[in-house]
């Protein structure tokens, strides 16, 4: 069961858009109408149903070549959705080279799932690496604010596309 759940991830991660959903000029342009309110709500959302859904996956490009690989946590902090991960890894490396980014998730009905889209931005704020540890304390065991390694990345232009095989879509953006 659990490699059928990863193929359908695998497979909704590289699905084809509509061609807007994935460009990060129209998700400026939305993003630019909508109120800083909005916005945080609608990043709380997305970052709840990330942690609902307790893995996500995540492409990124090497070269010409997609990549995907799971992560397992996002913050909100200071009005940015955060993820993390370790500067000597090549995803590190490919999310600076190119910030643009998908994240796929699915909640464990398997008939649910999110995809976001942006771009991601390192932030090098030492409270901000602080705070996100003090939240996901398993993760002290790997990463040190300060330690040079640890990377926190915050999204920008951001679309949220609620999908589900039952109901209608339903797309956000912050």
């Given at each position: 069961?659990?490699?059928?759940l ?5 497979l ?9 959903h994935?460009n990060s000029?129209a998700a ?10 909005t916005?945080l709500?609608?990043m709380?959302?997305?970052q709840?149903?990330l942690?609902?859904?307790r893995a996500?996956?995540i492409?990124?490009?090497d070269g010409d070549?997609p ?6 946590v996002a913050?909100?902090i200071?009005?940015?959705?955060y993820i993390m ?7 590190y490396?490919?999310?600076?080279a190119?910030?643009?980014?998908e994240?796929?998730?699915?909640k464990?009905?398997?008939?649910e799932?999110?995809r976001?889209?942006g ?6 704020t030492?409270?901000v ?14 990463y040190k604010?300060?330690?040079?390694n ?8 951001a679309t949220a596309r609620f ?8 797309t956000?953006?912050f």
């Amino acid at each position: 069961m659990k490699h059928f759940l990863f193929l359908i991830v695998a497979l909704l991660a590289l699905c084809a858009c509509n061609s807007s959903h994935g460009n990060s000029t129209a998700a400026a342009t939305v993003n630019d109408t909508i109120d800083s309110k909005t916005k945080l709500s609608n990043m709380n959302e997305v970052q709840a149903y990330l942690k609902e859904c307790r893995a996500f996956f995540i492409a990124t490009t090497d070269g010409d070549q997609p990549r995907v690989r799971p992560f397992g946590v996002a913050e909100v902090i200071n009005d940015r959705l955060y993820i993390m991960t370790g500067k000597k890894k090549d995803v590190y490396k490919q999310m600076t080279a190119n910030g643009k980014f998908e994240i796929c998730a699915l909640k464990p009905s398997g008939t649910e799932w999110l995809r976001l889209s942006g771009d991601l931005v390192a932030d090098e704020t030492l409270a901000v690496k602080e705070e996100f540890l003090e939240r996901n304390p398993e993760l002290k065991s790997m990463y040190k604010a300060d330690d040079d390694n640890m990377a926190v990345l915050y999204i920008t232009h951001a679309t949220a596309r609620f999908c589900s095989f039952t109901e209608q879509e339903r797309t956000v953006a912050f």
